[in-house]
């Protein structure tokens, strides 16, 4: 009995230092900063992100991020000669989730990565309080189409000690909604590998 008690011990240690050693799985949550271009204005959220290494220095990485909404001055214009016909307070809030690689060496207290990821990036505003036909938002295309699909380059840097550590990412998070728009993205915040 006492030898069937050792064999699992060892074996459990064992099992337990090799899946320690390949450190394959990454959680994290994340403080998000996002500047919207459209509306300038700072969107501050949190955030989930998950990651799977596929590779020595690939990892495939998941993140959702919820922006609570920030208020800011909508300007309506008369379609017909481009005058300010309204000025509202609206709020404007975001959600963006987005998907894709990470390159980033496999080992190391101190590592620097890039990543490029694709997803969405949904706008959720106040309802307007003009109903007139003849008037048009400054953020009329943001209204139309509040679901966008985005795409977002970014670099940063990961410090860990053991198995939990802190990442520090930047890029620019561009939705695509008449047009190409460019908004910067900082996210911080602690991450586990196992």
């Known amino acids: 009995?006492?030898?069937?008690?050792?064999?699992?011990?060892?074996l459990l240690l064992?099992?337990?230092?090799?899946?320690?050693?390949?450190?394959?799985v990454e959680i994290g949550v994340l403080l998000d900063y996002v500047q919207i271009s459209q509306?300038?204005?700072?969107?501050?959220?949190?955030?989930?992100?998950?990651?799977?290494?596929?590779?020595?220095?690939?990892?495939i990485e998941g993140e959702v991020a919820y922006g609570y909404g920030v208020n800011f001055n909508e300007l309506y214009r008369d379609v017909s000669n481009g005058d300010v016909v309204a000025i509202e307070n609206t709020s404007i809030g975001i959600t963006d989730g987005l998907f894709g690689p990470m390159i980033s060496p496999?080992?190391?207290?101190?590592?620097?990565?890039?990543?490029?990821?694709?997803?969405?990036v949904d706008f959720r505003l106040s309802p307007s309080l003009i109903p007139y036909s003849g008037v048009a938002s400054s953020v009329l295309g943001i209204r139309t189409s509040s679901m966008n699909a985005a795409l977002y380059p970014a670099a940063g840097a990961e410090a860990t000690l053991g198995?939990?550590?802190?990442?520090?990412?930047a890029g620019d998070l561009i939705y695509f909604n008449d047009g190409a728009q460019n908004n910067l993205r900082i996210t911080f915040g602690p991450v586990v590998r196992f």
Do not use: W
């Not at 009995?1 to 060892?10: H, S």
């Not at 890039?114 to 969405?120: E, H, M, Q, W």
């Not at 198995?163 to 990412?169: A, F, H, K, T």
């Open 39 to 59: 509306t300038d204005t700072p969107n501050f959220g949190l955030g989930g992100r998950f990651g799977y290494r596929v590779h020595r220095n690939v990892m």
């Open 163 to 169: 198995p939990v550590g802190l990442r520090l990412e």
């Open 1 to 10: 009995m006492r030898l069937v008690g050792v064999v699992i011990a060892v």
């Open 14 to 24: 064992v099992a337990s230092s090799s899946l320690h050693a390949q450190k394959k």
């Open 106 to 120: 496999r080992h190391g207290h101190l590592r620097g990565f890039a990543t490029l990821k694709g997803g969405f």
